[in-house]
């Protein structure tokens, strides 16, 4: 008898759980839940200066403004004023003094938004401005930072530079991003009896906001339960940011005795909340004739804003991709964070990655264009090796490059070589319009670089009834995980995946997680979830062993039911029948990810069980005369090892590409010269609309692909690395602007179409002047 | 007596009172009504998260399904209208709208948040269109942010949506059941909402408004409410007395005549749209860019003006055909040239009392050429970092007229004076364009800001000149093709 498949196992792109529930709008986020009788709404009033102390803040006109319950400033937090992630002395409101525009002074908690709002006017603040910081060069002029430098090295770079053939030294500047995820940051804190408080958060991270409130709080972190259904959107930006909202929340409602929301504006949340870190990369480069890298001396400059948050991590994480997919023999990385008076910038997808890896696909550019070779030659001579040229500037040998067939199989698939025919043809007829070509791969590492956060924890509940609720430490912010790992529970306890409930994720139910970021979250939590199905599963089997008397190697699951010897029974009932046996339905399961290990006074170690690689080919059309420029096709090919949900995963390296795209494109922070951010708001700050996806856009997940380390299902991590795909835009147009300018040309970060013309002109006009001085 | 404000919820008659006249639609969706699935996203009409669809009587016994941003739109303006949410598509049954279908079966949602717009969007797109084009979808989706997706689902959704096949929807089998009811909700003389000591006026003819106007020659005049609802949005800030232009039957008149083609002030830029395209294919183009649906079902031709802002998209080119505008005030209409409207920063000429009525713009004379183009960092809904309008009349071999106008380069959109006359009488060639180009260095100082920094402005304008001649005197294409 042919057993019936389960609906929604491993490997199926069965939909995200919660698709109809988006449609109808009946998904509830955290603005969306019912709010308890009472509940009070907040307003944050932001500091208007970029550096200046705190002489006096009156809040007695807040107070008597009608509908006000509870006002606070930094005086009234019970607890300790501070959510630093890693370093301490990160306040979630301003003591003493203020060190950006838009950082929280004061927080009020009124009848409405409305009334809150127009209370927190009235405080009088009395500043006594300091001299800010705002440029990552003042930051390094000053040696201000808020951590301290890192760095790796590997040989003697500063020797090889000497004895290279050929040496050019240069810099790159990278702009930061913000998430812009559709959800602002919100939270609802409902006061608990005991003094305990219950926070809904928009989370990526709710052991952090738990363990933040109970700081600010001054409680045990078990009098605080921090929970999340789904976030609209998180990229990163929620993973320490929305400590700082749930804190205040939770502060006003313990200070005014009510439940308190606290739902940020757009325009509050960009002016208050940090961002993908702007970087400055100033590199000193040797390679010999052919192209081939010998040295490299790299500092890659962050700009952290006014606390460290997690930007120690973030750049350690640009270091380690400083190398991206290139064998660099001997080579020197140093990486800085520099504080500066503006947002305190944070995790965004690729946690400095991105950066690091646009610098040496920038260093390699150049290095093609210096010796007059197509750049994807020059990329290919210096890829690492397989089993020699293989070991990374932190001494990890690096044992699963698969990029050479990657690289065979995308430059065959998109037509590479005949199509940079075309484009010099065309690039040759005088157009004002030029197109551009390149074609980029991309490594990145997975693991949290910091070794301890590589655990998670699951809690799997079976009733009765054999239906099944699922809880685990990783949050949904649409990436989809939850329905992969009911997936990965439905397919050991092989039922189908609506049998198995997806609940929000609680610190109480499943302790001390790590935050869902470093594109972790399936592989921790999947990992955690099967532990804790193959635990109940190994009692059922006992049990069923015993109850119908065949050895425990004759029971199996498959399709809804349970087989044991020649009985076959279904799931269900084998439930009921354990159950009455008093077999325990429940279990815990918890996941370490082995092998890896990291020594920061070295730098060297295994920071990552493994890599996960993609390439891509952008081309690209460029206006000449106004630096407009359209992406006219773009092939992406990705390796997901074997995905868990092909849909979920090709909307990840979909939607990676694209947000990538926007960060190198047409995504630009702007703060005026009083550190004031100008572009706060979606009529500023722009992100990709359904027009800028590539007219022709091909996506492919690599078939072949598999995990050689031991991962859920021999998966890959997939959150993160397609963002780093979007490189090949940026390089497709850095490709046009050198055909325009008649040479090289230098392109910064984004490339808006200002930085096209303005780097046309430029090239030019530098091309012209040396000619002048040539004759 | 005052009046409420009465509309249909779907299928279920409101009549709202005590509402602030600068409620947002939004806000009241998701205070009084409790419905939860539209979203502010941005609270400034930039992002879609919360679209909804408003039905009128289309003037055929049919209705007109507009989509239109919640996050800025007034209730009152609610009033004779129908408000279809997200929440009205699915059928009682449980069976999705089939625009919900494609999005499910198109995994086309991720983190949702901006879904319940999007699925508002589409289906305004295909009561309006049943089997779009993959050009016309991407114009559809212009006002609708999804930071997850990277939109290639979105758009398959809105194929299968046509592939589907389905004809019609329940809001079809009701169409007229809601149009007599809508018809039954129409007034005779406008809404009067007073609440609060506030009043919002909803003249429904010109000479009910000039009254309005002379006896409160102060109120403050609202049209299309799309720059409007963010200075309650994000300026917080209050309005004593409201006078709503959109209900002024002759303010949404457009008309042609031989010679001229009259815009009402209150025609939206969806309805201007067709007939600019028709005698300015350019001009079209750029209306297409002008924000998004959702922002041009609500903007008008006379908010735009009046608004005075120098960046925005209208005056530029109207400017360089040599639109008249109209104004009415209690000393009854008079006209003037469009750019002589324009003071200073959002400085006009209008007087106390006074409006803008309508424009009047000239249609193409013969040996006119004519462009306009919009630069900005995104290509589609976006505010231009500069626009450029120009309009060059050229008879035998020489340039007899020449108007050139530029918005984002001054305090107003202004013409570029220096640059014209740089022209006048000299042939239309290369070596007269490097000249005009030169002038038009001369003509402006730009700012630096967010959008662009002076330099880009600079350059750019002064290649749009150069382009603008490419245009017109080869064939090769001297741009980039927008659709």
């Known amino acids: 008898m042919a057993e019936m498949r389960i609906r929604g196992g491993v490997a199926e792109g069965v939909a995200h759980d919660s698709a109809r529930k988006h449609v109808t709008g009946e998904a509830i986020y955290t603005d969306d839940i019912a709010e308890p009788p009472g509940t009070l709404h907040a307003y944050v009033l932001m500091s208007t200066q970029a550096h200046a102390r705190l002489v006096s803040i009156d809040v007695s006109g807040v107070v008597a403004m009608p509908g006000v319950a509870a006002v606070i400033t930094a005086a009234d937090i019970p607890g300790r004023n501070d959510v630093g992630p890693i370093f301490p002395n990160e306040p979630v409101l301003a003591a003493g003094i203020v060190e950006y525009i838009g950082q929280p002074v004061l927080a009020v908690a009124a009848t409405s938004i409305k009334a809150a709002r127009a209370a927190a006017q009235r405080a009088r603040i009395d500043y006594a401005p300091l001299p800010p910081v705002l440029a990552i060069e003042e930051a390094l002029a000053a040696q201000s930072f808020v951590a301290p430098p890192h760095e790796m090295k590997r040989g003697d770079a500063g020797r090889a530079l000497g004895r290279a053939p050929r040496r050019f030294k240069g810099s790159l500047r990278i702009g930061g991003q913000d998430h812009f995820y559709l959800e602002g940051q919100a939270a609802l804190a409902i006061p608990q009896e005991d003094g305990d408080m219950l926070v809904h958060s928009s989370t990526q991270h709710p052991s952090e906001v738990q363990k933040m409130t109970a700081r600010l709080l001054g409680l045990p972190i078990h009098a605080v339960t921090c929970e999340v259904r789904r976030m609209g959107g998180g990229f990163g930006g929620k993973e320490t940011q929305p400590a700082i909202i749930a804190g205040i929340a939770a502060v006003l409602a313990w200070k005014a005795k009510r439940p308190v929301k606290l739902r940020l504006d757009r325009d509050d949340d960009m002016l208050m909340t940090g961002k993908r870190h702007d970087f400055l990369a100033r590199y000193d480069v040797g390679h010999d004739d052919e192209g081939r890298i010998l040295a490299m001396d790299l500092v890659l400059a962050a700009r952290a804003g006014h606390t460290a948050d997690l930007s120690s991590s973030i750049v350690d994480r640009a270091l380690f991709h400083a190398d991206n997919c290139y064998f660099i023999p001997d080579v020197r990385l140093i990486g800085y964070c520099c504080k500066t008076n503006t947002q305190s910038n944070t995790a965004f997808r690729g946690f400095g990655g991105p950066q690091g890896m646009l610098a040496i696909e920038h260093v390699i550019d150049c290095i093609a264009r210096r010796v007059g070779k197509d750049p994807l030659e020059v990329r290919k001579l210096n890829y690492y090796g397989t089993t020699t040229r293989n070991v990374t500037p932190y001494h990890q040998a690096i044992e699963d490059n698969n990029l050479a067939e990657l690289t065979a199989a995308l430059e065959a698939s998109s037509a590479y070589v005949a199509r940079r025919r075309e484009i010099e043809q065309w690039n040759g007829t005088g157009s004002v319009l030029k197109k551009g070509l390149a074609f980029t791969p991309l490594k990145f590492g997975i693991s949290f670089t910091n070794t301890f956060l590589n655990q998670a924890g699951a809690l799997i509940h079976v009733y009765s009834d054999g239906s099944v609720a699922l809880n685990h430490g990783g949050t949904e912010m649409g990436q989809g995980l939850y329905i992969k790992i009911a997936q990965i529970v439905a397919e050991e306890f092989q039922i189908d995946v609506e049998r198995v409930k997806i609940t929000a994720t609680t610190t109480a139910k499943v302790p001390n997680t790590s935050a869902t970021a470093a594109s972790s979250g399936t592989d921790l939590n999947g990992m955690a979830a099967q532990a804790a199905a193959r635990e109940i599963k190994t009692r059922l089997i006992a049990f069923a062993a015993r109850h119908f008397q065949v050895p425990t190697g004759a029971v199996r699951f498959a399709g809804n039911r349970v087989i044991a010897g020649e009985t076959d029974v279904s799931f269900a009932e084998l439930v009921g029948l354990a159950y009455k046996a008093r077999v325990s339905l429940s279990s815990t399961g918890f996941y370490r990810t082995p092998l890896v290990h990291y020594d920061r006074a070295t730098a060297s170690g295994r920071p990552f069980l493994y890599f996960a690689y993609g390439v891509a080919v952008a081309e690209v059309i460029v206006d000449t005369l106004t630096g407009e420029y359209k992406v006219t096709r773009a092939d992406l090919l990705h390796d997901v090892g074997r995905s868990i949900n092909p849909a979920i995963d090709l909307g990840q390296i979909e939607g990676g590409f694209i947000q990538g795209m926007g960060w190198l494109t047409t995504e630009e922070l702007w703060w005026d010269k009083q550190g004031a951010l100008k572009t706060h708001a979606p009529s500023t700050y722009k992100i990709p609309v359904a027009r800028d996806l590539p007219a022709d856009f091909r996506v492919k997940i690599w078939e072949r692909g598999e995990n050689p380390a031991e991962t859920i299902h021999r998966s890959k991590a997939v959150g993160e690395p397609p963002l780093m795909l979007a490189n090949a835009v940026f390089f497709a147009l850095k490709d046009a602007v050198c055909a325009a300018s008649g040479g090289d040309a230098h392109l910064d970060a984004p490339a808006t179409p200002e930085r096209v013309l303005l780097a046309i002109m430029d090239a030019k006009a530098s091309a012209q002047k040396l000619a002048a001085s040539a004759e | ?483």
């Not at chain 2, 609610?78 to 499910?104: N, S």
């Open chain 2, 1 to 483: 007596m005052a009046d409420a404000v009465r509309f249909l919820l779907n299928d279920e008659e409101r009549a709202v009172e005590g509402f602030d006249p600068t409620t947002t639609v939004l806000e009241y969706l998701r205070g009084a009504e409790r419905l939860y699935g539209t979203k502010e996203g941005c609270a400034e009409g930039d992002c879609g998260a919360c679209t909804v669809v408003i039905t009128e009587p289309d003037g055929d016994g049919g209705l007109r399904y507009e989509a239109v941003n919640s996050c800025i739109r007034f209730l009152p303006t609610l009033d004779g209208r129908q408000l279809i949410t997200v929440e009205d598509l699915k059928a009682a049954d449980g069976t999705l709208h089939p625009v919900q279908q494609a999005m499910v079966e198109a995994h086309a949602s991720q983190c949702g948040f901006c879904t319940p717009g999007f699925v508002m969007s589409m289906f305004a797109l295909w009561h309006a269109n049943k089997s779009p084009s993959r050009e016309e979808t991407l114009q559809a989706l212009a006002g609708n942010l999804c930071r997850c997706t990277g939109y290639r689902p979105i758009l398959d959704a809105c194929q299968r949506m046509v592939a589907a096949g389905e004809a019609t929807d329940s809001f079809d089998d009701r169409a007229q059941e809601t149009a007599e009811r809508l018809a039954s909700l129409r007034r005779l003389v406008g809404l009067r909402y007073v609440t609060g000591g506030k009043e919002f006026l909803a003249p429904r003819t010109l000479a009910e408004l000039t009254e309005i106007m002379a006896r409160h020659p102060t109120a403050q005049v609202l049209a299309g409410g799309t720059d409007f609802g963010l200075w309650v949005t994000k300026q917080h800030r209050e309005f004593e007395r409201l006078v709503w232009l959109g209900e002024v039957a002759e303010l949404r008149r457009l008309a042609a005549s031989d010679t001229h083609l009259e815009i009402g002030a209150g025609v939206t830029w969806t309805n201007a749209l067709p007939a600019l395209e028709r005698h300015w294919p350019s001009f079209g183009e750029l209306v297409r860019r002008f924000a998004s649906p959702p922002i041009r079902n609500s903007a008008t031709i006379g908010g735009n003006i009046a608004n005075a802002s120098p960046i925005g998209d209208g005056p530029p080119p109207l400017i360089a055909l040599g639109a008249t505008v109209v104004l009415a005030g209690p000393g009854g209409e008079r006209d003037l040239p469009l750019e002589d409207f324009f003071h200073d920063y959002r400085r006009t000429d209008l007087k106390a009392g006074e409006i803008v009525v309508r424009l009047r713009v000239p249609l193409p004379a013969p040996g006119l050429e004519f462009a306009c183009y919009k630069l900005s960092k995104r290509l589609d809904q976006d505010i231009s970092a500069a626009c450029a309008a120009f309009a060059v009349r050229v008879q035998g071999g020489l340039v007899v007229e020449a108007r050139f106008a530029f918005g984002g380069m001054a305090a107003t959109p202004k013409r570029a004076r220096l640059a014209e006359a740089a022209l006048a009488g000299r042939p239309w060639t290369q070596g007269s364009v490097e000249a005009a180009v030169a002038a038009l260095a001369r003509d402006f100082t730009p700012l630096d800001d967010m959008r662009a920094s002076a330099r880009y402005r600079m350059a750019s304008a002064q290649n749009l000149l150069r382009r603008f001649y490419l245009e017109t005197s080869g064939t090769a294409p001297a741009r980039i093709a927008y659709g």
